[in-house]
């Protein structure tokens, strides 16, 4: 057992902020407007960073080598992950990224894989998951029969919620979805659900926005009725997507444990409380503000050690996808309550300046109300509890955790 | 010990009630919210119609002579519905600082047309740099003939866009939190040297940006003694804290009922997920949060009724202590509680989250107010 950095370690950690250094100066970040999720939406700097990322190969690393990994440990990742959140860089997409691809590496066709991992990895399109059916939330058990066999094609008749991130203001639907559909009666209901792949412009998809809460947070309603979806657009097996969508939900936690932006969070929380005036002192000088900063921090620290064993275990794991990671959905209910708390906080620090909620999003901070900080900050605050919900809820994860873990 | 309403408040408690039924479900509030105003004009007409306008002033000054007791069963319907029409910084504040120290000729001039509803109004008391503390004020009032001069910068005005009058403090002697030396106006919105940078807030309403560049008056804008205007503004943003967080039981209230509801039809698993006891007790939870902070509003405003001082103050921070806790509980737990759809802007849900989460930084929050219960 060791804590500090072995010295691969430190001189890995010297060339990540080397790299962000020079594709991502501190002159670009902060500034309102950059972190356009849509390939077709760029600010020059943010696709000069993800140009970067794909010549220096690090813009899917979580995938096996031989289909553009970066072949990082799990002391890499998180020193990747840590670094990067340090700077605010612009973010690779969880559904192609996070989801999809280690999925298709593992399980997709050989045709599969030519034609989607590439423009993945290099930035180029723009995927969303399917994820609920109306009636059928976290429950994939309960999907009903809505994709049939005719040939070599399904006709797919299912609505689905499907999120892809962006602002709800500069939203366009995504170019494909993944989602999972029954395509048989299994002898349990668990099987005869199977994972298909969908051309977003095919006939017969209308898509229809539902806003949501934030500005990084969207979905829309997609609705598909006798749309044709090739067999070649089933990833693996018929009627085995239970295995796939296990392997979807542990890689999407995995992606959204997001506590290296927490820890950015929190210092950003305690650098705005260092400046925000209060009865002749900073908010940071009122004891009871103090109390639940620390508290914040020592949690913090807690689940920074906790992802680090998760990740040593996510490597050690033979069979991903056969069996949940405990330790995955601990990190998982833990890090979005925490994420929420320092949202919280952030919100509370504002004062009244939690309050302004101007339609118009100022680009570059410029005509901010109140503090520049103050609207990104009640956004992150919406956005924040919706994460305890939309990737399998916290209670859905406690219930496995009792089953698993504890054997109740 | 006597709980029970009398039948005038039975009836503004069912008239109020009525209206949101009929007049003010979800939908069409969302579509006032959408108003250029922000509100609706046919709304207040309605209001100053049915007298609930003048509610809170004495009979002598045209009004109903309603006391804490009226306001806080006129806010928890009002927050049932989510109400956006501007009641709080017209009537409460603006109305409320005329009403507590207006000379007669204010009285006359303004709170006859606020009862009708033919003027609108706000109270600029928050800056940039005072975060909750009523006293920490850098906008001053120089003495100007018989006049003042105002300088400064309020912040987050709520009703600035639609205001016709604004209530301003300003500092006329002292330091910049001193206790003294704080003085109260009553001055026209469209004054010269007044600017405006007017938004919408998080929760739906509108407020706005004031600044103040060598603003004159006469000496008939001071309300109340100069220098001594910090008791009138505490009491007033004390009734402010009744009110805002009578809205916030209310809609405590709506969101566990319909958490209820939404659990007992909303199946997974192959049942009702209001089976499963852990949501149980959650909703179990979120319903003895109501009660304890129903509970307090009662205790806040009996004791206001009582007589203004430091029992009634001390009540009003339990009260609002309470809110913030329970409304912040609530909120975030029908939020969870409706899995996706709780994040959505087309469900009730997620309003009353935000509005809830609003109403404990109103005023102060929390911290504030646990700070203030424990010095008085």
Redesign the interface.
Known sequence: MELGLRKQDLAFQAEVCGFIDRHWPERVRGVRGNSADDHRDRTPHVQAWFDALVAQRWSVPNWPLEHGGAGWTPTQKFIWDRETARAETPQMSVFGVAMLGPVLCRWGSQAQQSKFLAPIREARVAWCYGH?EP?????L??LGTAAVRRGDHYIVNAVR?CSSGGPPRNRRAADWMFFLIRTCSGSSPSEGISLLLVDMQSPGIQVAP????GSH?S?ERVSLTDVRVPAGHRVGEEGQGWTYARALLDDEAAGVAGLATSKKQLERVGQIAAR?????GK?AD?T??QRKYRELDVDLRGLEMLELRMLADVEARQAPGSEPSILQMILKVRSTEIS?RIA?LM??T??????????ELPIDNEGS??HDYALAA?QGW?FA??S???DG???DQ?NVIARSALGL | MDFSFSDEQTLLQDSIEKFIQNDYAFETRQKVVKNEQGFSSENWKTFAELGWLGVPFPEADGGFGGKAIEAIIMAEQFGKGLVVEPYLATVVLAGGALKVAGTAAQKERYLTAIIDGSLHGALAYAEPQGRFNLADLTTTAMKDGNGYVLNGYKAVVLNGPSADILVVSARSSGGQRDTDGVSLFVIPADAKGIGRRDYPTVDAFQASEITLDNVKTGADALIGEEGKGLAIIERVVDEGILWVGSEAVGGMEVLYKATVEYCKTREQFGQPIGKFQVLQHRMVDMFMEHEQAKSLMYMAAMRMDEGYGPEAQKAVSAFKVQVGKSGRFVGQNAVQLHGGMGMTEELNVGHYFKRLTMVDTLFGNVDFHLKRFGSL
Do not use: R
Not at chain 1, 210 to 213: L, R, S
Not at chain 1, 350 to 359: E, H, N
């Open positions: 609920s009636g059928t939330g976290a429950d058990a309960g919620t539902v806003a949501a809460f947070y979905a925000t005036p209060c009865d002749g908010v009122d009871a503000f929420q919280d919100v509370e504002l004062g009244y300046y939690a309050l302004p909620y101007p339609d109300i109140g009640v919406l509890h919706a305890s919900i939309y809820s916290s209670e406690k």
